[in-house]
């Protein structure tokens, strides 16, 4: 979406025209701000959005959200969802803004870099923002409007050069960048378990490159196993899916191997479990609820023990 002014030309007919030059900080209400277009980046109630909310809280908002006009008379957060978020909890009505007039391709980068050195980025985050900034310096690139020159200086194809130019001004090699790109092809489910911990950088990479359906069976597969793939066993799925010798069992089977730093795991298998959880529960809840049952009954011996130890003495 470009940033357009509304005028009127010679003859009295309106049009739009790009202003790049037209720039002030005003105070704007919360109500006509709007988020940015599918933004990599999300909202989240964690510590470092409580330290805003306290900052906030006593000193106000110092540093003015970024926006820029729509057609519809809105204005489009380039950076600052985070503090609009707090203003609003905080019953703040109007919020100080910087408007920005610029071209799609620009608020996307300008939006990406604002956000991406936070002391905490999701992987799945850092992916998004990877992809949505070349593709937006791709298109740059295309209509010749490189900025500053230095993309031109950079050797190699127009792929290449931004992505190159991407990891140069991150501090992170070409390959990283790309490998970042690469789970953007990941389901969501599987993105989600990398945000969460629950699989590894690396295996998620190759699992990048199985189709949608092969990626359900690797779900299936982890839920079976009651495992997350290692770097070597996704390395073999994602053979095995290039030769077209996926299959189901295959994944089960590979993930049910014991890896050696698992030798001492106690597994169970859901059929053993679900004699004593109902059949909706998920691995994860069955889970939860054994470690309930042991502190619980760990807490009953311990009090016993200090029991028979005051009799004692």
Same mark, same amino acid.
């Given at each position: 979406m470009n940033c357009y002014r509304r005028e009127k030309?010679?003859?009295?007919?309106?049009?739009?025209?790009?202003?790049?030059?037209?720039?002030?900080?005003?105070?704007?209400?919360?109500?006509?701000?709007?988020?940015?277009?599918?933004?990599p980046f999300k909202v989240r109630e964690d510590e470092s959005m409580e330290q805003l909310m306290d900052s906030i809280e006593k000193h106000g908002i110092i540093t003015p959200l970024i926006v820029m006009p729509t057609r519809e008379g809105k204005y489009q957060i380039i950076s600052g969802h985070r503090r609009k978020y707090c203003a609003e909890k905080l019953g703040y009505t109007t919020v100080p803004v910087i408007i920005r007039y610029m071209k799609e391709e620009d608020s996307i980068i300008y939006m990406v870099d604002s956000n991406l050195y936070r002391d905490k980025i999701l992987f799945s985050e850092k992916a998004f923002a990877y992809y949505m900034k070349n593709e937006a310096m791709k298109r740059k690139a295309g209509k010749k409007r490189i900025r500053d020159g230095q993309l031109n200086a950079i050797k190699g194809t127009k792929a290449n050069k931004t992505i190159q130019f991407i990891g140069m001004e991150a501090g992170e090699s070409p390959r990283q960048v790309l490998r970042y790109i690469r789970l953007t092809y990941l389901i969501?489910?599987?993105?989600?378990?990398?945000?969460?911990?629950?699989?590894?950088?690396?295996?998620?990479?190759?699992? $990048?490159? &199985?189709?949608?359906? *092969?990626?359900?069976?690797? %779900?299936?597969?982890? =839920? @079976?196993?009651?495992?997350?793939?290692?770097?070597?066993?996704?390395?073999?799925?994602?053979?095995?899916?290039?030769?077209?010798?996926?299959?189901?069992?295959?994944?089960?089977?590979?993930?049910?191997?014991?890896?050696?730093?698992?030798?001492?795991?106690?597994?169970?298998?859901?059929?053993?479990?679900?004699?004593?959880?109902?059949?909706?529960? $998920?691995? &994860?809840?069955?889970? *939860?609820?054994?470690?309930? %049952?042991?502190?619980? =009954? @760990?807490?009953?011996?311990?009090?016993?023990?200090?029991?028979?130890?005051?009799?004692?003495?």
């Open positions: 030309n010679n003859i009295g007919e309106e049009k739009y025209s790009l202003d790049m030059n037209d720039e002030k900080i005003v105070e704007m209400e919360i109500k006509i701000l709007i988020p940015f277009k599918k933004p969501p489910q599987l993105l989600e378990m990398l945000d969460e911990g629950k699989i590894s950088f690396n295996p998620a990479v190759e699992l $990048s490159f &199985l189709s949608f359906s *092969e990626q359900e069976w690797v %779900l299936n597969g982890m =839920d @079976y196993a009651q495992a997350a793939p290692s770097l070597s066993q996704a390395m073999r799925i994602k053979a095995l899916s290039q030769e077209k010798l996926l299959t189901q069992q295959k994944i089960n089977e590979i993930l049910s191997e014991i890896k050696k730093s698992d030798m001492n795991r106690v597994s169970f298998k859901n059929s053993q479990m679900y004699r004593y959880f109902p059949r909706h529960y $998920s691995a &994860l809840q069955m889970k *939860e609820e054994i470690i309930k %049952l042991l502190e619980k =009954d @760990y807490k009953r011996k311990e009090q016993l023990r200090k029991k028979e130890e005051n009799t004692n003495v």
